[in-house]
Nanobody
Framework: QVQLVESGGGLVQAGDSLRLSCEAS????????MGWFRQAPGKEREFVAG????????YYKDSAKGRFTISRDNAKNTVYLQMNSLKPEDTAVYYC?????????????????????WGQGAQVTVSS
């Protein structure tokens, strides 16, 4: 069992930056691939970014490329999402998730069904 707790959300203006953190407790964090998803009101939860457990491979939603950076610190059991140049359309609840699956590629990273554990979410609101 893994418990995930997000932090770092808030209200910012367009163009600002935020860094989300997700701290894991329970079983060995380094054995999990980690992902960030988001869900805006009235929309489905969508993939934002993913990072393999080795931290050697990362994946991003197209609209996040060049603006968002996912990273992890296995010594701190924490995964981060650095978000720069935020836009109003980035407004959503952001969730981190952990996957124990062996394979983690561009398809698996984007699939919600591949993740076993989810955090409670952190609200990010970007005003124009």
């Amino acid at each position: 069992q893994v418990q995930l707790v997000e932090s770092g959300g808030g209200l910012v203006q367009a163009g600002d930056s935020l860094r989300l953190s997700c701290e894991a407790s329970g079983r060995t964090f380094s054995s999990y691939h980690m992902g960030w998803f988001r869900q805006a009101p009235g929309k489905e939860r969508e993939f934002v970014a993913g990072i393999a457990r080795s931290a050697g491979t990362t994946y991003y939603k197209d609209s996040a490329k060049g603006r968002f950076t996912i990273s992890r610190d296995n010594a701190k059991n924490t995964v981060y999402l650095q978000m720069n140049s935020l836009k109003p359309e980035d407004t959503a609840v952001y969730y981190c998730a952990a996957s124990s699956r062996g394979l983690y590629d561009t398809w698996y990273a984007r699939a919600r069904s591949q993740y076993d554990y989810w955090g409670q979410g952190a609200q990010v609101t970007v005003s124009s």
